[in-house]
């Protein structure tokens, strides 16, 4: 059974940064590739980076480009989303999900992606 368990949300100041985590279990990690997304309230959920089985390959939607970096540890079975320089707009849950299959890819499409965590708050104050 994969689990995804997110940490690391917070409530902070415009301006501020913070690291997310995702420990993963149940799977072999290293081979698949990892995704964030997020939901704001009255929102659809969407896509905030993905990076793929070796952490050699990353995407950015284009409104965190810049601001958050995402990153992995193998090692650690966990996935990393530290974001900077962090706006009221950035305010929502952040999912981390597991891709469904093996391939060296970065998706965007949460349909990409089988196993997904229960989510961590990220509250940005302006």
């Known amino acids: 059974q994969v689990q995804l368990v997110e940490s690391g949300g917070g409530l902070v100041q415009a301006g501020d940064s913070l690291r997310l985590s995702c420990a993963a279990s149940?799977?072999?990690?290293?081979?698949?590739?990892m995704g964030w997304f997020r939901r704001a309230p009255g929102k659809e959920r969407e896509f905030v980076a993905a990076?793929?089985?070796?952490?050699?390959?990353?995407n950015y939607a284009d409104s965190v480009k810049g601001r958050f970096t995402i990153s992995r540890d193998n090692a650690k079975n966990t996935v990393y989303l530290q974001m900077n320089s962090l706006k009221p707009e950035d305010t929502a849950t952040y999912y981390c999900?597991?891709?469904?299959?093996?391939?060296?890819?970065?998706?965007?499409?949460?349909?990409?992606?089988?196993?997904w965590g229960q989510g961590t708050q990220v509250t940005v104050s302006s």
């Open positions: 990076i793929n089985y070796s952490g050699r390959t990353t």
């Open positions: 149940g799977r072999t990690f290293s081979t698949y590739a």
């Open positions: 999900a597991l891709d469904r299959s093996i391939q060296a890819r970065t998706s965007a499409n949460p349909i990409e992606y089988e196993y």
